[in-house]
């Protein structure tokens, strides 16, 4: 048991991290051109783990039954206690209580923590964004992260950006397109917005058909900054939430939030499919225990990821019931691991 939990606990910082890789260099890309410091960073990659931990926690716990039984396996010391008149259930007796362990973690962690985290996350990245956003504009680069605007400046020359560009489409019923060769940021009076001082430039708008260009020798552009939709994500909310039936929202997005949901049960469950499963694969993991524990534990969560992946699909395709999109991948892997598991107790 000692083993088992120290090899649990080994795997789990080491999976976070490289699960957490892709993440954090997307938001370092976004949040250090905004100046975001490292303990806004850090934090943020807090408020992100839970999300992780869904998925390292079952994948951690599979990834330390098959190294510990895997070794002890090549070492001919299973062997020893089968001889010694030790069922292979007794044997196993610590995986089924780390896997139980596992299983109350995940709902914890799915219900509970996840959802928060997200929230937390998502709040928190908008409010970096909102207040300095105008920080982003760098010569050279096109910046995306005001919503239905493109800003884009050639060059710069102390405080002030050359060759500024913008295409603004927050107003769909009349598109601007605006260049000036010379332009300022600003501060600006009105709250969660900041302006562009233009000079020596042209607007060009199309309304109805009708087509205006206008030159300009000084114009003040007020940007108000809407980085993030208001609207909650799926992953932020509650189960009671999720499980509401709207019948007037379109069929597919219902079908989401219920596969959401059914998500948020099944990964934790994946732990008992590792509790029957790992210790029978472990026996096969040959002499090289590590590489082969490691190789076939990685086979069995790619493989019911890319189950799930597709039942979804078809789930939201309407060709099956979200019910079964959601736990068919999770009962074949469970009616798989509990048969092979009664299979080499019976030996």
Same mark, same amino acid.
């Given at each position: ?59 951690? *716990?599979? +990834? ?34 780390? $896997?139980? *362990?596992?299983?109350?973690?995940? @709902?914890?962690?799915? +219900?509970?923590?996840?959802?928060? !985290?997200? =929230? ?6 908008? #409010?970096?964004?909102? %207040? ?32 500024? *560009? ?16 010379? !332009? ?6 009105? %709250? ?23 030159? +300009? ?19 932020? &909310? ?15 997005? #219902? ?11 099944? @990964? ?7 509790? *029957? ?8 993991? !040959?002499? =090289?225990?590590?590489?082969? $524990? ?8 790619? &493989? ?8 979804? #699909? ?34």
């Amino acid at each position: 048991m000692r083993e088992l939990g120290a090899a649990f606990l080994v795997s789990l910082p080491v999976l976070n991290l490289v699960l957490m890789m892709e993440k954090v260099m997307k938001l370092s890309r976004v949040l250090s051109g905004v100046g975001a410091g490292p303990g806004e960073m850090l934090l943020i990659i807090l408020y992100t783990q839970p999300e992780v931990l869904l998925v390292t926690v079952p994948l951690g *716990f599979l +990834f330390s039954v098959l190294y510990t039984y895997g070794r002890m396996n090549a070492d001919n010391e299973l062997m020893v206690l089968r001889g010694g008149g030790m069922s292979f259930l007794e044997m196993t007796r610590p995986v089924f209580l780390l $896997g139980i *362990f596992c299983v109350l973690l995940g @709902f914890f962690v799915s +219900f509970e923590l996840s959802p928060a !985290g997200k =929230r937390n996350s998502r709040l928190m990245v908008s #409010r970096i964004l909102k %207040e300095r956003v105008s920080r982003a504009i760098e010569p050279g680069t096109f910046n995306t992260l005001i919503k239905d605007t493109l800003i884009y400046a050639g060059g710069a020359s102390e405080d002030k950006l050359k060759g500024v *560009f913008i295409s603004d489409e927050r107003n769909k019923d009349r598109p601007l397109t605006i260049y000036s060769k010379e !332009g300022t940021i600003s501060p600006s009076a009105e %709250e969660g917005s900041f302006a562009l001082l233009l000079k020596d430039g042209l607007i060009h708008s199309i309304k109805d058909g009708q087509m205006t260009m206008i030159y +300009f020798g000084a114009y003040r552009l007020v940007m108000p900054v809407e980085v993030e939709s208001p609207e909650k994500k799926l992953g932020e &909310l509650r189960p009671g939430r999720l499980l509401e039936d709207d019948p007037s929202q379109p069929a597919l997005k #219902r079908t989401r939030r219920f596969l959401e949901f059914h998500k948020r049960l099944t @990964f934790p469950l994946f732990s008992l499919t590792v509790m *029957f499963l790992a210790p029978v694969l472990s026996l096969y993991s !040959g002499k =090289r225990a590590r590489l082969g $524990g490691i190789a076939m534990g990685t086979m069995v969560f790619t &493989l019911y990821y890319l189950m799930l992946t597709n039942t979804e #699909r078809l789930a939201e395709n309407g060709a099956i019931h979200h019910v079964l999109g959601g736990w068919l991948p999770l009962l074949i892997l469970l009616g798989i691991s509990i048969w092979a598991f009664w299979k080499v107790n019976r030996r």
